[in-house]
């Protein structure tokens, strides 16, 4: 029996280490990943340069999409520049960026917003070079009225006199509207869906959604496009295309199963079982 409680102890550090390896830059990250996500950053920081905001939310038509790996992704790249990021998570109801960089959430978004905590009591530190973390905290029985709260308007503000950029990870528009509550406070919105799963018609009903709101849309990005499709280097002048939000067909070619080569944070797949373990919290 020891050799088998022995056996399992070695199995979950095994895991643990991986997990905290995948949280670690490489350098040996593809050509292709890193560009693509560097030409990402590029038009978004393009995106932002017109707006007052710093705020850009996070979301998708639909649950498992890749928007949680996205935003976490994305936040560590836009802090490697210098500037200083906050990610928010703001996803209430299933919260996973407690679990992609290995915090506790008990002290968070939450308790913030219903006055249970300051602030600053609420902060992860310098997860990454230049990257603080607010996690979702307690899940909350009322998520929508939060978000629509003044005291979220004073957050925001607060956050981008502190921050370069404030990245907020929300739940699927197609599921909850509390993205729609939260992207007119920001300087825009950046949807999230992925190939072989979010159908055409729930993309075109989640922009119809977003439109009727003040918010802008910035871009869509399509995750989970096969590596192989996005072989050769001429596809690369196919990325600008990411802020046109009507051709949804060619988003994809942004870049391949980046966040599996990207080693900065879990893969869609585990933000998949991330969500069902939620579930369970």
Known sequence: MAKKANKVEMTTEAKQAAAEKAMTPSKRISFQVSEAYKMIRTNLLFALSTSDKRTVVFSSAEPSAGKSTLSANLAIVMAQTGAHVVLVDADMRKPTQHRNFKLSRTMGLSKILSGQNKLDECICKEVKTNLD??????IPPNPSELLGSHRMDELIAELESRYDYVLVDMPPIGIVT???????????LLLVAR????????????????????????????????????????????YGRYGKYGRYGKYGRYGGRYYRAYDYAYSADKEKQAEKESEND
């Not at 973390?133 to 307690?138: N, S």
């Not at 509390?178 to 825009?188: C, N």
């Open 133 to 138: 973390v607010i996690p979702a905290g307690t």
């Open 178 to 188: 509390d993205a729609l509550v939260v992207a007119p406070k920001a300087a825009g």
């Open 195 to 238: 190939q072989k799963q979010t159908t055409y018609d729930e993309l075109a009903d989640t922009v119809d959604s977003i439109s009727a709101t003040s918010a802008p849309l910035l871009g869509v990005v399509l995750t989970d496009v096969q590596q192989e499709q996005m072989l050769g280097y001429g596809r690369y002048g196919k």
